[in-house]
C-alpha cells in the first residue's frame, strides 16, 4: 500500500464550450478496469447522440493500466491528450470522459489536444484532488474524567479524530501516520498519567483535500 497518492475527489462534471463545440468532462474515481469502462459505458449511453465520447484512465499502485480511447477524434488528438492530464497531475485510480457534439467549426490537430486536454483540465479542477494518506487508526480507552483534557489537546496537535465512543469507558480513535505511532503512544501515556489504554487498530486512508 502506498504511503501516500493523489486521486480525484469522486463523481465530477463540467462543461465547456470551444469554437461552437460543447466539450463535457466527466470524472470519477476508479479502483480497477472493470469500475472505469462501466462508467466510461454508462457516459456513452447518457450521451448516446453525442459526435463523441473520448476517454483516459490511470489504475493501480505504479499506474500499470493506463488506457486512453479516441472514439472517432483523430488518432492522438483527444485520449492521449487526456491521459497526459492525468499522469501530469500525479493522480491514480482515476477515469475521464470528455463527451463532445460538434459545433460545425473544425478545430484542427492542434486544437482538438489543447480542447480535450484543457476540458479535462478544468474538469479535474471543478471536482477537486484528494491526498490519500495511509494512517494506522490508534484506539485510547480513558475514564471520563480526563476526555476534556484529551479532546483539547487532539484537537489541536497534528493528530486528526476519527470517532469517540462514549461506552462503560472513552474509547478515542485517532489517525496515526505509521511513522509516529511510537510517539503518540507516549504522547498519550504521559497525557493521561499512564492510565490509558492505548492500543493500535487498522490501517485505513485518510483524505484531505488540496
Same mark, same amino acid.
Given at each position: 500500500?502506498?504511503?501516500?497518492?493523489?486521486? %480525484?475527489?469522486?463523481?465530477?462534471?463540467?462543461?465547456?464550450?470551444?469554437?461552437?463545440?460543447?466539450?463535457?468532462?466527466?470524472?470519477?474515481?476508479?479502483?480497477?478496469?472493470?469500475?472505469?469502462?462501466?462508467?466510461?459505458?454508462?457516459?456513452?449511453?447518457?450521451?448516446?447522440?453525442?459526435?463523441?465520447?473520448c476517454?483516459?484512465?490511470?489504475?493501480?499502485?505504479?499506474?500499470?493500466?493506463?488506457?486512453?480511447?479516441?472514439?472517432?477524434?483523430?488518432?492522438?488528438?483527444?485520449?492521449?491528450?487526456?491521459?497526459? %492530464?492525468?499522469?501530469?497531475?500525479?493522480?491514480?485510480?482515476? %477515469?475521464?470522459?470528455?463527451t463532445?457534439?460538434?459545433?460545425?467549426?473544425?478545430?484542427?490537430?492542434?486544437?482538438?489536444?489543447?480542447?480535450?486536454?484543457?476540458?479535462?483540465?478544468?474538469?479535474?479542477?471543478?471536482?477537486?484532488?484528494?491526498?490519500?494518506?495511509?494512517?494506522?487508526?490508534?484506539h485510547?480507552?480513558?475514564?471520563?474524567?480526563?476526555?476534556?483534557?484529551?479532546?483539547?489537546?487532539?484537537?489541536?496537535s497534528?493528530?486528526?479524530?476519527?470517532?469517540?465512543?462514549?461506552?462503560?469507558? %472513552?474509547?478515542?480513535?485517532?489517525?496515526?501516520?505509521?511513522?509516529?505511532?511510537?510517539?503518540?503512544?507516549?504522547?498519550?501515556?504521559?497525557?493521561?498519567?499512564?492510565?490509558?489504554?492505548?492500543?493500535?487498530?487498522?490501517?485505513?486512508?485518510?483524505?484531505?483535500?488540496?
Amino acid at each position: 500500500m502506498l504511503a501516500s497518492y493523489l486521486t %480525484v475527489k469522486g463523481y465530477g462534471v463540467h462543461e465547456i464550450t470551444i469554437q461552437k463545440s460543447r466539450f463535457i468532462c466527466y470524472v470519477n474515481r476508479a479502483t480497477t478496469e472493470e469500475e472505469a469502462q462501466q462508467f466510461i459505458s454508462d457516459i456513452k449511453k447518457k450521451h448516446w447522440d453525442a459526435t463523441h465520447n473520448c476517454s483516459a484512465y490511470l489504475i493501480g499502485e505504479q499506474d500499470h493500466i493506463q488506457k486512453a480511447n479516441d472514439d472517432g477524434e483523430p488518432s492522438g488528438t483527444a485520449g492521449v491528450p487526456m491521459l497526459e %492530464v492525468l499522469k501530469k497531475r500525479k493522480l491514480k485510480d482515476t %477515469v475521464a470522459v470528455v463527451t463532445r457534439y460538434y459545433g460545425g467549426i473544425k478545430l484542427g490537430a492542434g486544437g482538438l489536444i489543447r480542447a480535450y486536454g484543457g476540458s479535462t483540465s478544468e474538469g479535474l479542477n471543478a471536482t477537486g484532488i484528494v491526498e490519500r494518506k495511509l494512517m494506522r487508526v490508534m484506539h485510547t480507552n480513558i475514564d471520563y474524567t480526563w476526555l476534556g483534557k484529551l479532546e483539547n489537546e487532539l484537537r489541536s496537535s497534528i493528530y486528526k479524530v476519527k470517532d469517540i465512543h462514549y461506552l462503560d469507558a %472513552v474509547e478515542i480513535e485517532t489517525y496515526v501516520e505509521e511513522g509516529m505511532k511510537e510517539g503518540f503512544t507516549s504522547w498519550m501515556t504521559d497525557l493521561t498519567n499512564g492510565q490509558g489504554h492505548i492500543s493500535e487498530g487498522n490501517v485505513t486512508y485518510l483524505e484531505e483535500e488540496i
